[in-house]
């Protein structure tokens, strides 16, 4: 059976330094004009899409006399390691795929799953258990579609508010189809599962979800944890970017221009440009009003026995859009289920409200993360537990399972979005600040390819698919626009729990 590969042309991992736009101007991500590289860039946050970027600039010729400087807090147990283990992309797996109802998005992660797929050799990303193409069950509730029902390829949908789960799932089906068309048997590995039976057959537990779905065969999942340490020692081993551990406590600025970081201990880092990747921190730290908020998302771990770990080996991840519910196949006798959820809002008192606020009082709310890092105790709130065990029981139904406890739980953070595109753009108030964030919780499948394109937002030639998308939204204060529900199709949950009040619920 064929399996997608990277031609003989692709590009190096991670990076490209043949196309090598000048930097322009910094009050728009689509200006042409030229304007010489920055001497320093400061980076806040060490995730995804900081690390990535800081990467790819520092293998642009353009950027060879820029000190670089990436700033974030490290594991408080070893200081020389980022990024923090509370960090959105520390985990055991994330789903990769290109099963998206935007063919933007659907063609940018059939990009980066090239690399992924890369595993010849033991530094490949997708060596070493780094990952696992066991494919993806993508399943919606809701009226299923007569069989056969013809969709439309290519499809760039441009109001995701009016999605369904089973609008998601139509499109993603009729975009991966689109990707595959010019290898029949690669289109073959896509099969449409039309009822529930079908689904049942394809998930190989016992168990079901939806009414109707698809199998990817061509999607899988990555080991997050491992996958992002191994960008970090890539990082580390180019020896040109410099990694500051700490942890910022606001933008410094003198008049309209954003000159550095103030670190909790009362350092302060200067650079010509700084860029916040924070992920969900990213609103302590600039005002994201109407264009992105903090939400909690919900994991447990179930441990498993050898003999279970072994009867569910190959099951696909499955993904339900309208529940937001997955499963993701076991490793190392561990099975995760989560949700993909409007999730958990953390309203959080901060004294120095963020750069761009309109807030005058002396204090401002916004949810922010909270994690095991501040709270050791932290569970996750009875509301969400019961959600992923109906999961278990829906998906896998291993009588064995049935009752049995979490061996762990977590809250993971995302930084939504209202439409769940990214935030990739220059400051429309502040010069010299650029700010990338945004996940929404699907940005760790890009990470071959994010950093290129972001380094090429930054010096001004943002990829035309993802003009308007990435852009930045609204001006910062606006006071018309308050509320963010990420509402793509994709989103389970009740949108607007408060994660306090959860919590008291389980202890009540």
Not at 74 to 101: E, M, W
Not at 342 to 358: A, D, E, K, R, V
Request: proline share 8%; aromatic share 8%; net charge negative.
């Amino acid at each position: 059976m064929a399996t997608p590969s990277a031609p003989s042309s692709s590009l190096p991992p991670l990076s490209s330094t043949e196309h090598q736009p000048p930097l322009p101007p910094q009050q728009s991500s689509s200006s042409s004009s030229a304007l010489s590289p920055p001497s320093s860039i400061l980076v806040i946050g060490s995730g995804v899409f900081g690390l990535t970027t800081a990467y790819a600039l520092s293998r642009r010729h353009d950027f060879a006399n820029t000190t670089i400087t990436v700033v974030d807090r490290a594991d408080p147990s070893n200081p020389d390691v980022f990024p923090a283990p509370d960090a959105a992309s520390v985990d055991t797996s994330r789903i990769i795929r290109a099963d998206y109802p935007d063919a933007a998005y659907a063609a940018l992660a059939a990009e980066a799953q090239l690399q992924w797929r890369q595993q010849t050799h033991p530094d490949d990303l997708g060596s070493e258990g780094r990952y696992s193409e066991s494919g993806l069950l993508l399943v919606a509730d809701g009226p299923a579609p007569s069989l056969g029902t013809p969709v439309v390829t290519g499809t760039t949908v441009i109001d995701k508010s009016k999605l369904t789960g089973m609008d998601y799932a139509r499109f993603s089906w009729a975009n991966v189809l689109s990707i595959a068309s010019s290898d029949p048997e690669l289109a073959a590995r896509i099969k449409e599962c039309p009822n529930t039976e079908a689904i049942k057959a394809a998930l190989g537990t016992g168990g079901s979800s939806g009414s109707w779905g698809y199998i990817n065969g061509l999607s899988g999942w990555a080991n997050a944890g491992a996958s992002i340490a191994w960008l970090y020692k890539r990082v580390r081993a180019e020896g040109r970017i410099n990694f500051v551990a700490g942890e910022v406590t606001n933008l410094e600025v003198s008049g309209n221009t954003v000159t550095g970081a103030r670190l909790s201990d009362g350092r302060v880092l200067s650079a010509d440009l700084v860029m916040v990747s924070a992920g969900a921190w990213t609103g302590r730290l600039v005002d994201l009003t109407g264009q992105a908020i903090a939400t909690g998302q919900v994991l447990g771990y179930i441990d498993l026995t050898p003999e279970e770990e072994a009867q569910l080996a190959h099951m696909p991840v499955i993904l339900n859009l309208s529940s937001g519910l997955f499963v993701i196949p076991p490793k190392n006798g561990v099975l995760k289920i989560a949700r993909h959820a409007y999730g958990y809002l953390n309203p959080t008192t901060l004294f120095t409200p963020p750069l761009g606020s309109s807030v005058t009082a002396s204090a401002a709310a916004i949810s922010l993360p909270l994690t095991t890092l501040s709270d050791p105790i932290l569970q996750i709130p009875t509301e969400g537990a019961d959600d992923l065990r109906r999961a278990l029981h829906e998906m896998v139904p291993l009588p064995s399972l049935r009752d049995r406890p979490f061996s762990k739980t977590r809250i993971c953070w995302y930084s939504d979005t209202p439409t769940a595109d990214f935030i990739i753009d220059y400051h429309p108030e502040y010069k010299g600040l650029f700010v990338a964030t945004g996940d929404s919780g699907h940005a760790f499948k890009f990470m071959p390819v994010i950093g290129e394109k972001i380094a090429d937002v930054i010096a001004g030639q943002c990829p035309p698919e993802f003009v308007g998308k990435w852009n930045w939204r609204y001006p910062a204060g606006d006071a018309a626009i308050k509320a963010v529900i990420t509402e793509d199709g994709s989103r389970g949950g009740i949108p607007g729990l408060i994660l306090s009040t959860e919590l008291g619920r389980a202890v009540n």
